[in-house]
């Protein structure tokens, strides 16, 4: 529906993506024929369905020029993405997925921001079966990727109390409540029957999604009262978990319309934090998180997927509006939102004890790379640890691993496999390190102009090597690196936040909050890599003489003004 005036678009003012939504029988397309090709790549339309089923097609960019000159086709590749509902992995399932990486990926897995597995470098002629190996492990590719709801976020720490008991009690419901009904994944993937002709199978509906599923990708987030370490603001649908008096789930505050996807220089995309609309009681969440959706499904812009996202509607109509059509979808009153303060972003990192005799280890992966280098075999580490003692594992929106399930007596076995593969434990890092983040950007994603996971490290050592001589090693500041504006790695939230702007330069944000709750604004453009730590040094050196107290960066940086700090610091002001 057009957001503007309310009426519905006409068939050829529809976007391209939402034609090939619509006429795709419920995903199907012809994926399944084109499955049977000996080729490379999908055709246009399937690469379009394939996100819906987990998959993105991809080429390896660093072969590009060399393809090229070869006179040969670009070196094309897919990218699996499973969808993990607050992080948590089975024993089995993690060593399933260390065996498609293994086997027919890269070597390699990468834990997402959103809780995800990400398995890089699958040829299509794998994908069949690396996804069935997925699901025999018993979890899904299914929305991990395309127009509908992605992987619902939850804290993953496995610490018992009555809040979280109550939250991992309703996580299962809320994500059926809100996944695809279609049978295509489970015919194409899964040996299911193919479905012959055009037509939809019979019977078979989308009640929640419709013919044409959302106009865009669809975040939610669950945070909990005292711990954001989800980054609940820079969701679509933010879900706050509040105690009752007894310290049970007593209900939720609803928050909508966060996104950070942007495009550079086209103001009118911009990254935003989700804001308070009301508050439910737990037993209402699941119906009014659909109703959040049928909202957006309905009223959503489908002729500009740029304007396509629940914040530009929200934007638009105004968030009153917006709750008006919400309260319409339910049965029950919506209630004021309540107020809610955090303290600064949990990371859940080193020993934490579960409950009883058994404890869980937080684990830093630097930019969410498992895999094996000469100096640390962090893969063959974890997968060790996973076949010997059979943890839990979890995955952290900060990238990290969190080893579940660890008796007491079992603690110094998984440290020695840790440090018999060259694996740091959490009090050898720089706390600069464990709190920076990175998206993989280059050579893989189509959507990158700069690098980000592999300088990151360089640049996060240089900056931590500053802070140390400035006194600032325990600062909490976080950085976070990404290799185009969408902000995957949630740049604009960090104390620093580093956007790639072409191949080798960055705009450079500063001001973002500890809890997550408050964007960064620009401080200075199109900043060389290697510079990138000299823009930054005379803030930090006057922000560690005039810091008052534990204040953090971005506070300072915040109440300062980024205007001020340009002016001050000689920084040509942003166009």
């Not at 009426?7 to 993506?17: M, N, Q």
């Not at 390699?108 to 492990?137: C, E, M, P, Y």
């Not at 603690?411 to 009090?427: K, S, Y």
Request: charged share 25%.
């Amino acid at each position: 529906m057009c957001t503007t005036c309310g009426c519905t678009p006409l068939e050829d003012e529809l976007s391209k993506v939402e034609r090939v939504k619509a006429g795709s029988n419920h995903l199907r397309g012809t994926l399944a024929e084109d499955l049977t090709q000996d080729t490379p790549t999908f055709n246009e339309e399937n690469v379009q369905l394939l996100k819906f089923h987990g998959v993105y097609q991809q080429e390896d960019r660093d072969k590009r020029k060399e393809a090229r000159r070869l006179g040969l086709e670009k070196h094309h590749q897919m990218m699996i993405r499973t969808r993990i509902p607050g992080g948590v992995v089975s024993a089995e399932a993690y060593l399933a997925h260390d065996d498609v990486a293994n086997r027919w990926g890269n070597g390699t897995l990468r834990v997402t921001t959103r809780q995800d597995f990400q398995l890089h470098g699958v040829l299509k002629g794998d994908l069949r079966n690396s996804i069935r190996a997925i699901n025999d492990a018993l979890l899904t590719t299914l929305g991990g990727c395309g127009d509908v709801e992605r992987n619902i976020m939850c804290c993953p720490a496995p610490i018992r109390d009555a809040l979280r008991d109550g939250v991992a009690a309703l996580l299962p419901e809320l994500v059926s409540a809100l996944a695809p009904a279609t049978g295509a994944y489970h015919e194409i993937w899964l040996d299911g029957d193919l479905v012959s002709g055009s037509a939809t199978p019979p019977g078979e509906e989308e009640p929640l999604y419709g013919e044409q599923y959302l106009p865009r990708k669809f975040k939610t987030a669950i945070g909990l009262e005292g711990d954001n370490c989800v980054d609940v603001h820079a969701n679509d649908l933010g879900l706050v978990a509040y105690r009752d008096g007894s310290g049970a789930l007593g209900g939720f505050n609803v928050l909508v319309g966060g996104g950070l996807g942007r495009t550079r220089n086209k103001p009118e995309t911009f990254a935003t934090v989700a804001v308070p609309m009301a508050s439910v009681r737990a037993d209402q969440v699941i119906e009014v998180s659909r109703a959040v959706v049928a909202v957006q499904r309905d009223h959503g812009d489908r002729t500009n997927r740029r304007h396509a996202r629940l914040k530009y509607l929200i934007a638009d109509r105004g968030l009153a509006w917006f709750r008006e059509r919400v309260q319409d979808q339910v049965s029950f009153e919506l209630g004021d939102p309540r107020a809610v303060s955090w303290p600064r972003v949990e990371d859940h990192l080193g020993w934490q004890r579960s409950d009883g005799s058994r404890w869980f280890l937080g684990l830093y992966i630097e930019n969410g790379r498992i895999a094996d280098a000469e100096e640390a075999r962090l893969r063959s580490a974890l997968r060790a640890i996973v076949e010997s003692l059979r943890p839990e594992v979890r995955l952290t929106p900060q990238q990290n691993v969190i080893l579940s399930g660890v008796e007491e007596g079992e603690r110094d076995a998984v440290e020695a496999i840790l440090r018999e593969h060259g694996v740091a434990v959490n009090g050898d890092l720089h706390p600069a390190v464990q709190l920076a983040m990175a998206c993989p950007a280059l050579p893989t994603c189509g959507l990158a102009v700069a690098e980000s996971e592999r300088v990151m490290p360089a640049v996060i050592r240089r900056l931590a090597a500053v802070l140390d001589e400035l006194g600032l090693r325990d600062a909490g500041i976080s950085t976070r690196m990404t290799g185009c504006p969408n902000g995957c790695a949630r740049p604009y939230l960090g104390d620093i936040g580093l956007v790639g702007t072409t191949l080798g330069k960055y705009d450079v944000y500063v001001g973002g909050d500890p809890q997550g709750t408050r964007l960064n604004l620009l401080y200075a453009e199109s900043v060389r890599l290697d510079d990138i730590c000299d823009t930054l040094r005379p803030l930090l050196e006057a922000f560690a003489r005039e810091r008052r107290g534990a204040e953090a960066f971005g506070d300072w940086c915040n109440q300062l003004g980024v205007t001020r700090l340009r002016d001050r610091f000689t920084v040509e002001p942003a166009a």
